[in-house]
């Protein structure tokens, strides 16, 4: 994207990959069909230890503009929910574009180029050393993503340029990414192995959010698993509500005077799949006929089904992991341009940066923003 726009807007652009396909992440994003923005994009999607950086690119690059950048393309795409927009047919459209974009403006692209160093000469230029030769430019970008998904390629490779230079990085951890629970949990969440709960609210201290809930072999997942895992840390429980839009004590209550001599599992079958409710019920340790309950079990019975703590162990990794959390610190660099404020001549946009989306099309979004932001100073220098 950085490369399509800088060469548009006049720059002579030479763009190094050291895979042998290019916009891997791209092409397996979103099932298939790239999530490649959201229309309700704003900064209080994103996470950061700079929350307000990433205010001057979104607003200078919109998702509007990535839009009609597709439908200049021809590329069909619809929302699928929540702002979220997807191709029609398959990601690797999005791919085609940015890679035509860059033909279109002399870009030279060379994949499969391993880079061996980067120095900065006395000239002020950037001396980069790879596997096809060596390049000498005034500007260097560095758009190298994070860890996340290391078999299509990810490496730390920014984090190390921004070290070698002198930029701080904040610490990085897989985001995005499915829960992992001890032994105990496991055992229950492979009894419940894909069975959804939607909505759900999932809660980590003072976040939370209300998407689907999923229960796998390995423990939790889900798009609001995913989305709390960017804000949870370790030894910190977090808390399912199962029902968020149900009366669950003023039901139950309800439950025990028209049908007293229900059992509670029989009940919660009504409100809840019936595997889920069933062992919700076995777990209340309560389960018994309505008619047997007190007010006091049908407050814990509801407490259950609406402020479940569980304490994962932890998560799957960058393996699993959709993006990266941390990355170069954004006090380091430019919200206008993102050039680092030490290093002149040297960016760092996208996935490499301290800035983290949530969920569903938004870090797309950063990564056309930060590159359009940083395109349009390369030409001014």
Known sequence: MAAGLAGKNGCRVLLLDHSHKIGEKI???????CNFTNIHTKPANFISENPHFCKSALARYTPRDFITLIESHGIAYHEKTKGQLFCDNNATEIIDMLLAECEKYSVVVLSRTHIDSVLKEPSGEFLC???????????????????????????SF??????????????TRPALVPLTFDDQFLNLARNLSG???????????????????LFTHRGLSGPSILQISSYWKMGIPIVLNLLPHEKVLDQLKAARKSDPKKMLRTIL??????????YLAALSGYDEQMANLSDKKIESIAKQLTAWEIIPSG?????????TAGGVDTHELSSKTMESSKVSGLYFIGEAVDVTGHLGGFNFQWAWSSAASCAAALCQR
């Not at 959804?196 to 959010?209: L, R, Y």
């Not at 079958?269 to 069933?278: G, I």
């Open 27 to 33: 092409r397996i994003s979103g099932g298939g069909r």
């Open 129 to 155: 050393r790879s596997s096809q030769g060596e390049f000498m430019a005034q500007s260097l970008v560095i758009a190298t993503g994070g860890l996340s998904i290391p078999k299509i390629g990810a490496t």
């Open 158 to 171: 920014a984090y190390a340029v921004a070290k070698q230079f002198g930029l701080k990085v904040i610490p």
């Open 195 to 213: 069975l959804s709960v939607d909505p759900s609210i999932v809660s980590a201290e003072k976040t939370s959010f209300e998407e689907a809930l």
């Open 269 to 278: 079958e009504v409100l809840l799949p019936s595997r889920l409710a069933d």
């Open 315 to 323: 998560t799957e990794g960058y393996r699993t992991a959709e993006v």
